[in-house]
């Protein structure tokens, strides 16, 4: 795939669904990340990590990685607090990156 720019960014994954889902625990302090999106390109994934910390979200942060052959770099923020995933997925779609998704480090 193509490089994503910070104003398209495409879903991580096909068939994603639309929204977080977090349940907390009550008997363990649950610790999410959530994955904002993945790029192709560099340059588009430092664009659109200045969006989140600019809107003042400090915990988010690039992996790269490698996908289908090809080097990715993936857009996350945490680890959170279960309890405060879902307020802060809300922010970031509204931020224009849609709905993040939860995973597993």
Same mark, same amino acid.
């Given at each position: 795939?193509? +490089?994503? !720019?910070?104003? !398209?960014? $495409?879903?991580?994954? %096909? ?8 349940? !907390? !625990?009550?008997? =363990? $302090?649950?610790?999410?990340?959530? =994955?904002? $999106? ?12 200045? *969006?989140?910390?600019?809107?003042? *979200? ?6 790269? +990685?490698? %996908? ?15 309890? +405060? ?6 922010? *970031? $779609? ?12």
């Amino acid at each position: 795939r193509g +490089a994503k !720019s910070a104003s !398209s960014t $495409a879903r991580v994954a %096909a068939g994603a669904t639309p929204a977080v889902q977090v349940a !907390s !625990s009550t008997n =363990q $302090a649950d610790n999410v990340t959530l =994955q904002v $999106a993945s790029f192709a390109a560099r340059d588009n994934a430092d664009r659109a990590l200045a *969006i989140l910390r600019g809107a003042g *979200i400090d915990r988010a942060s690039l992996h790269d +990685a490698t %996908a289908n052959g090809q080097r990715v770099w993936r857009l996350r923020v945490g680890p959170l607090e279960a309890t +405060a995933a879902n307020g802060l997925a809300n922010r *970031i $779609a509204g931020l224009g990156f849609g709905a993040p998704q939860r995973v597993n480090e």
